[in-house]
């Protein structure tokens, strides 16, 4: 059983920049991916950012590469999500995954939502222009 807790989610102006904090309990923390997705109004859930229990497997949506980090400090049992030079299209609800250690690093992010059966209960993320 995993637990997943997220903040840092707000508003900001576009060109912005806000970091969102995922805290983990649960024994699969420690070899397990765990991503960040979104879900705007109206739209299905996608993937912005994957990473692997050894912190240097990532893997990012196209619309985000060069603006948005993850990154995983297992001591902490957190995973960040930098998120720079927002864009109003940024704006959505981001949620924080994580699975049982059954997808492996290379494919935390091809599995989509449907691979991860822990989730967070979500943080608002709004970008005005």
């Known amino acids: 059983q995993v637990q997943l807790v997220e903040s840092g989610g707000g508003s900001v102006q576009a060109g912005g920049s806000l970091r969102l904090s995922c805290a983990a309990s649960?024994?699969?923390?420690?070899?397990?991916?765990m991503g960040w997705f979104r879900q705007a109004p109206g739209k299905e859930r996608e993937g912005v950012a994957t990473i692997y229990t050894d912190g240097d497997n990532t893997d990012y949506a196209d619309s985000v590469k060069g603006r948005f980090t993850i990154s995983r400090d297992n001591a902490k049992r957190t995973v960040y999500l930098q998120m720079t030079n927002l864009k109003p299209e940024d704006t959505a609800i981001y949620y924080c995954a994580a699975e049982d250690g059954f997808l492996g690093g290379g494919n935390c992010y091809g599995a989509g939502p449907g691979g991860y059966n822990y989730w967070g209960q979500g943080t608002q993320v709004t970008v005005s222009s």
């Open positions: 649960g024994d699969t923390y420690s070899r397990s991916c």
